[in-house]
Structure formats: C-alpha cells, structure tokens
C-alpha cells in the first residue's frame, strides 16, 4: 500500500508532498534532516495523506498535489488545520 501526503513546515510557509508506503518513518525522516530539500524547512506535521492501491496510483496524485490547483487545496487545508 503507498500513500500521497503533505506535510507543512511549522515554521516557514512551505508544504511538501511526496509518496511513501510508511508515513510515519517518512516524517520521522523530514523531522530529522535526512531530506537535503526539506532539511532548511523542519520541523513539519502532516496536513494531508491519502491511500492508494499501487504506486502508479500513488505518482499520479502527487504529481496533481504538486501543480498549482493542487497546491491551492492543500494551503486551505493547512489553513483550517493550523
């Protein structure tokens, strides 16, 4: 099983999204600094993830959640959420 997700820095206004088959030990990774891109923008809180049935599946999602409509829907919900 993958899943899409979005997590938001708490400190600056960004939001990554990426895919992971464990969303935990993914966000354990981005709070730690293991990611070189979002290392600067630490620490985060997921905002957004959603289960997909395949990885292909997965890849489509995350590339919509990266375009601009889809970043606009994620920065409503990290809005409401925080």
Known sequence: MYYVYAISSLERNYIYVGLTDNIERRLSEHNSG????????????????????????????????????GKEKLRIIRDNYL
């Open 34 to 69: 293991k990611n070189k891109t979002t290392k600067p923008y630490s620490p985060f809180v997921v905002i957004y993830f959603e289960e997909c049935g395949s990885r292909v599946e997965a890849r489509i999602r995350e590339k919509y959640f990266k375009s601009g409509i």
